[in-house]
């Protein structure tokens, strides 16, 4: 069993791998600070955070609306354990899975060091921050979900209010490749880009403009490419 320490930032506190304390410490940190929570409701009812690591975003939210009903998704074994752990009597509902829209087998890539690097491949695939120096942990992914399915399986269709998005890039797949019905109970998106600002809406912005919704971004300031967006119906 992993050994975990109970770490708080700016009084919010999460159990953390003890041998990753440093990284995961100012995940919780960006997370707290960067994820546009002035844009948010106090009301929020609904959420599903895709890409949810150790639980830092699905806790954030669930200190903030208490009675919130979060499902949280986290492809990555040992990041999972840390949610499970984290979440544990909060009611919020965790799933060990990865969310696509195609079935095909996939891999966990992780980059040793680095708990919030890994992400879903196809296993002839390089990670989409692929460093020829790293060798890869590399494990079988755990089931797919398809974002349809969590929303009538948890919420039974109702309205979205979030739906937070950080999986490393697979972001890109998902927001291109959703059907109209997997976006339509969603009200507002929110998560990380990793290619860099333009080619995320050049990807993705568009087909969600199409689909009612207004963008901002904040660009990250210490690291390249890096960012986080915020997508919200027009007249909300």
Known sequence: MPEYIHCSVDGFGLYVHAQHVEHETAIMREVAGAYFWDRLPKDIGTAIDVGAHIGAWSMFLKRRNPTAHIAAIEPDRYNFDALEWNTAGTGISIYHAY??????????????????????????????????????????????????????????????????MDCEGCEIDVLQNARPCELAPVLRIVGEYHDGRANFDRAVGKRL????????????????????????????
């Open 209 to 236: 403009r199409s689909d009612g919704f207004t963008i901002d971004y904040a660009e990250n300031l210490t690291a390249k490419n890096l960012g986080v967006f915020y997508a919200e119906r027009s007249g909300l």
């Open 99 to 164: 969310v696509a829209n195609t079935q095909k087998r996939r891999v966990v890539a992780r980059l040793p060091g680095f708990t919030g690097r890994s992400v879903v491949i196809q296993p002839d695939e390089r990670p989409r921050f692929y460093d020829k120096s790293v060798t890869y942990e590399i494990e079988d992914a755990p089931m797919m979900v398809r974002l349809i399915d969590v929303i009538d399986l948890e919420f039974g269709g109702k309205p979205i209010d979030i739906l937070k």
